[in-house]
C-alpha cells in the first residue's frame, strides 16, 4: 500500500493522476496548506522541505518527495507509463525535467505575481508570463509531429499537463498553439486525469472531511 500525502495542486495532480493511471491502491492523506500542516513536525519528518507530495511506499518501505521523483519511481516500480529502452527511457527524462526546472518555477512564479503579490510588480508579471508562453511554445512545436511528448502517453504528458491546464489561472493565453491545445483535451478526456484531478478535494472540503474521521482510500 501506498499512503500519499497531497494537495489540490499542479504538482498534487501529477501524483494523483499517476497512481490513478496505474491503478495502484493508495491511501489518500489530504495536507491543508492553508492551515500550514505541510510545516507541521509530523509532515516535515516526511519532508524537510515542507512540501507537497510526498508518498510512502510500505514495500519496499521508501519515503519519497519531489513530484518528479515520485513519478519516476512510480513508472519504474510498475514498468508502466515510461519506456523500457534507454532511449525512450531519457526521451520521457528530459521531458519530465523540462517541466521540473521550467513550466513549473517559471508558470509558479507567474501565478505568483498576478494573483498573491503584495504590490504590483508589471515587470516581474511580464517576465514570468513571457516565459512560461515561450515555454508553452516549446511544448506545441514539440506536439506538431508526435500525439505525446515522449512517444506514448507517459510520465512526461502527466507532469507537463497538470501545469499547463491551469494557463488561464495564470492568465497565459494559447491562442495560436493548436497542438497544445489538442494534447491538452485529448488528456484531459483521459478517465484517470478525470479522477486524479478531483483527489483531494479543494482544501476547505478537505479540512471538513478530516474532521469528520474521514479518509480516502483508492482502488
Known amino acids: 500500500m501506498i499512503d500519499l500525502y497531497t494537495a489540490a495542486t499542479p504538482n498534487g495532480w501529477?501524483?494523483?493522476?499517476?497512481?490513478?493511471e496505474l491503478g495502484i491502491p493508495y491511501q489518500l492523506h489530504a495536507v491543508d496548506l492553508t492551515a500550514g500542516e505541510q510545516h507541521t513536525p509530523e509532515f516535515r519528518a516526511l519532508?524537510?522541505?515542507?512540501?507537497?507530495?510526498?508518498i510512502v511506499d510500505s514495500e519496499p518501505s521508501m519515503t519519497i518527495f519531489e513530484s518528479g521523483a515520485i513519478l519516476l519511481y512510480l513508472a519504474e516500480k510498475t514498468g508502466q507509463l515510461m519506456p523500457a529502452d534507454l532511449a525512450g527511457?531519457?526521451?520521457?527524462?528530459?521531458?519530465?525535467?523540462?517541466?521540473?526546472?521550467?513550466?513549473?518555477?517559471?508558470q509558479g512564479q507567474a501565478v505568483v505575481f498576478e494573483r498573491y503579490f503584495g504590490e504590483d510588480v508589471p515587470a516581474a508579471r511580464e517576465r514570468y508570463k513571457n516565459e512560461t508562453r515561450r515555454l508553452y511554445e516549446v511544448l506545441n512545436a514539440r506536439l506538431e509531429?508526435?500525439?505525446?511528448?515522449?512517444?506514448?502517453?507517459?510520465?512526461?504528458?502527466?507532469?507537463?499537463?497538470?501545469w499547463v491546464k491551469t494557463h488561464r489561472w495564470a492568465r497565459i493565453p494559447i491562442d495560436g498553439l493548436s497542438h497544445l491545445g489538442r494534447w491538452i483535451d485529448s488528456i484531459a478526456a483521459r478517465p484517470a486525469v478525470q479522477r486524479g484531478i478531483e483527489l483531494p478535494p479543494p482544501a476547505g472540503v478537505a479540512a471538513k472531511q478530516k474532521e469528520m474521521g474521514a479518509s480516502i482510500t483508492t482502488r
Not at 14 to 20: G, N, P, R, S
Not at 89 to 106: A, E, V
Not at 145 to 162: C, K, M, Q, R, T
Open 89 to 106: 527511457r531519457y526521451l520521457t527524462i528530459q521531458w519530465l525535467m523540462f517541466q521540473m526546472g521550467g513550466i513549473g518555477p517559471m
Open 145 to 162: 509531429h508526435n500525439e505525446y511528448l515522449a512517444g506514448e502517453y507517459g510520465i512526461a504528458d502527466i507532469a507537463n499537463w497538470s
Open 47 to 54: 519532508n524537510l522541505n515542507g512540501r507537497i507530495p510526498v
Open 14 to 20: 501529477k501524483a494523483t493522476i499517476t497512481l490513478e
